[in-house]
């Protein structure tokens, strides 16, 4: 799964554990929001091309600013941008160790990511929508939160 799925489903996890519990919950939820990534990356995404490509851009890139902006708008920015690290620390550690040590962040599986391989592959569309909702989520959590507040 790529960086936007990872990080809008850890930002679900801790957005709710907060809406029941406060900053507490959040602390709570944060092991949830780590491991959410071990269960998303049991569907192999079909690639967008390589890193930083417009593709790549679009699919990825898109969803994160929509989600940043969102994070920006819900007045709990930290609630959502904690749970967008939980989610994405697994390949934080094992791409951030593999880029530093042989250059490439898919040199070397890492720790977290040896362990679990994929058990279904994503379509190129199915990929796509995957993407969009990363994109969209964080929007109908900003709906939830102003509806919640009023």
């Known amino acids: 799964m790529y960086t936007a799925a990872h990080g809008t489903f850890g930002a679900i996890i801790t957005v709710a554990a907060w809406s029941v519990a406060g900053p507490a919950g959040v602390v709570g939820a944060l092991p949830l929001a780590f491991l959410s990534h071990h269960v ?11 890193f930083l490509s417009r593709q790549h851009i679009l699919w990825d890139g898109v969803p994160i600013l929509m989600f940043a902006l969102a994070a920006f708008l819900s007045g709990i920015p930290w609630v959502m941008v904690s749970g967008w690290i939980a989610g994405n620390a697994m390949d934080i550690w ?3 160790r593999s880029w530093i040590r042989y250059g490439s962040p898919f040199a070397d599986p890492g720790f977290w990511h040896r362990h679990n391989p994929p058990k279904w592959s ?13 994109g969209a989520l964080p929007f109908v959590i900003l709906l939830v939160l102003q509806g919640a507040s009023t």
């Open 40 to 50: 998303l990356d049991r569907f192999w995404e079909h690639p967008y091309g390589r």
């Open 94 to 96: 094992d791409k951030g």
């Open 122 to 134: 994503m379509s190129d569309g199915q990929t796509k929508a995957v993407a969009v909702l990363a």
